[in-house]
């Protein structure tokens, strides 16, 4: 306040503290007592902690947060301490979600029942296995009557006692898969099981995807056999029909045909390929756009996270052999996770909470106060100045600045303000 009553320095400052103020000296007055900056109460330090508090009630983020700072109140590192604030809230923290990241498409297998996908699927209170062909999209379904694991098996069997055995089969991490009898039949049968992230079902897009196809189509039909007949004898958008680029022929159905046209006919492998590369690149590119995606920063091992599926913390162990998918360690288990349902935490979100999956209500925030340097103590510098040191050249010579317009602005205010308070 003596600064601004008195009149600043005309050759700039070299303390710290009144270096903050240097930049805004032209708008800081005086008026009854308080130190207004525009608009603006500049808050001293002590209260400063309580206002962060106070302007982060409601957990709003960080661009709100601001604005309500900018309707009353300022005072130097406003604007990153409030953005320290929301990270390190811990309410916020567990609500927040991350960026997509840009989508990485399936490759075109070699040939027709070479990577499969299965997947289970709830339809009028009874559970189905689905099971799809990556590359010809034909389609198997059982019934499953229990769904245990040993009947999920034993209709795989028989799926692939009919279409033979397929070198990678692609599920979800449900107990039916990824259990020990699983994997003891797929060490059997010699085939490469790979699982999606828990909770991540876009790894398993193909099956999902297929899984909506099949439900409309046992929705509506009378005869469930006849709809999948008629499925697999359709074309699809590469050209070719399910049954027919499984089996290389056509498959009678109920529509009228000429005998010619069940004579065996495989399609032109390199054809599909090419239409199936151009429409998952226009599928990635349209996903891209419409979610505006961006990479992750990716995690450290060791980096504590809030994993948004399973609400629970959890440290990072290291990353999983699978896309974006890392092993994290959380109170009971190592889970596998992918890196979209894991936000990264600071260490002030872990301190003094005993538990990790305590849930904090309330319009209170719920993180830590951001604790100022002894230091800054701006109020106390501005009443007692120290002496502005004399910058020199190697020669000698005493460099003084020019004065800005800034400065005359400043000092014209200061002026007018002491003419008043006189």
Known sequence: MQLCTEGWPTHGVTEPTLKLYWSERAFLTVQDGLLPKGQRLVI?????????SRLHMGHQGVVKCRERARQSVWWPGLSQQLNELVLTCRTCCQERQNQREPLMTTRYPGRPWQKCGADLFMLKDKTYLLVVDYASRNVEIALLTPSRADDVIAH???IFARHGICETLITDNGPQFSGAPFADFAKVYGFLHITSSLRYPQGNAEAERVVQVVKRLLKKAKDPYLALLSYRAT??????????HLMGRRIRTTIPMLPALLDPD???????????????????QSYNLRHHVQNLSRLPPGQEV?????????VVIKEHATPHSYLVEGPHRIIRQNHRHLIPRRPSQEQGSSGTDEQQSGDAPTQQTVDLPAATTPEQNLLNPSPTPVARTRAGRAVIKPIGLISWIGL???????????
């Open 44 to 52: 001293p330090a002590v209260m400063r902690n309580d206002l962060l």
């Open 156 to 158: 795989l069997k028989s």
């Open 235 to 244: 074309l699809l958008q590469n050209g070719c029909r399910p049954a027919q």
């Open 266 to 284: 495989h399609p032109d492998e390199n054809v599909v390929e090419l239409k199936e590369k151009e429409r998952k690149r226009k599928d990635a």
């Open 306 to 314: 809030w994993v948004t599926g399973q609400k629970t913390s959890g």
């Open 412 to 422: 014209i205010s200061c002026s007018k303000v002491v003419t008043r308070t006189g």
